[in-house]
């Protein structure tokens, strides 16, 4: 059974970098496009982009310019780094698989999700 | 980017009520469309998908329909598990979008 399961520090000081990483158990890495979504607390869901084995990497428009998401293949791994973080940033953030049925990817398996506090 | 609307926002219903929530798409979306339910402080499950497509050990009380711009997710007889908040989510076209959530809450 695959399993997500995200770390990183909880709280993050503004203006500085949030950095988180996702490590997948089990499963054939190489095959799927892996994700980051965030929760802001009492709100919606919030795509930030995604990244398959290649490297290659989607963002959203909104946070483009301040995102990067890697994969390190060899330790089934990949991260998410966001720069110049403030109040608006502090979120509940997801990994999850994004997995092909009927021609489109959604979102099948999903981390337990952890909470960062962007706060001096 | 394409903007996905939920209604209603919040909805009370008994257990055995059949519900019915709606998603509506700001451009068409064809069928790339998903739902999932959300319970507090857990990460979301995907229900639906291509719009009417019952996930692997979904129950088969939730089904989906819709096209181009409309779907809703209906939930024909309600169970005490059921009571979560919904999203719709397109996968059309990047950024992937989800609706605002729809609070389903026990009556």
């Known amino acids: 059974q695959v399993q997500l399961q995200e770390s990183g520090p909880g709280l993050v000081r503004p203006s500085e970098t949030l950095s988180l990483t996702c490590s997948v158990s089990a499963g054939s890495f190489s095959t799927y496009h892996w994700s980051w979504i965030r929760q802001p607390p009492g709100k919606g869901l919030e795509w930030i982009g995604d990244?398959?084995?290649?490297?290659?990497?989607n963002y959203n428009p909104s946070l483009k310019s301040r995102v990067t998401i890697s994969v390190d293949t060899s330790k089934n791994q990949f991260s998410l780094r966001l720069t110049s973080v403030t109040a608006a940033d502090t979120a509940v953030y997801f990994c999850a698989r994004e997995s092909n049925r009927l021609g489109g990817s959604i979102f099948d398996i999903w981390g337990q999700g952890t909470m960062v506090t962007v706060s001096s | 980017d394409i903007q996905m609307t939920q209604s209603p926002s919040t909805l009370s219903a008994f257990v055995a009520d059949r519900v019915t929530i709606t998603c509506r798409a700001s451009?068409?979306?064809?069928?790339?469309l998903a739902w999932y339910q959300q319970k507090p402080g857990k990460a979301p499950k995907v229900l639906i998908y291509k719009a009417s497509s019952l996930q692997s050990g979904v129950p088969s009380r939730f089904s989906g329909s819709g096209s181009g711009t409309e779907f809703t997710l209906t939930i024909s007889s309600l169970q005490p598990d059921d009571f979560a908040t919904y999203y719709c989510q397109q996968y059309q076209s990047h950024p992937y979008t989800f609706g605002q959530g729809t609070k389903l809450e026990i009556k």
């Open positions: 990244v398959y084995h290649t490297g290659n990497t």
């Open positions: 451009q068409s979306i064809s069928s790339w």
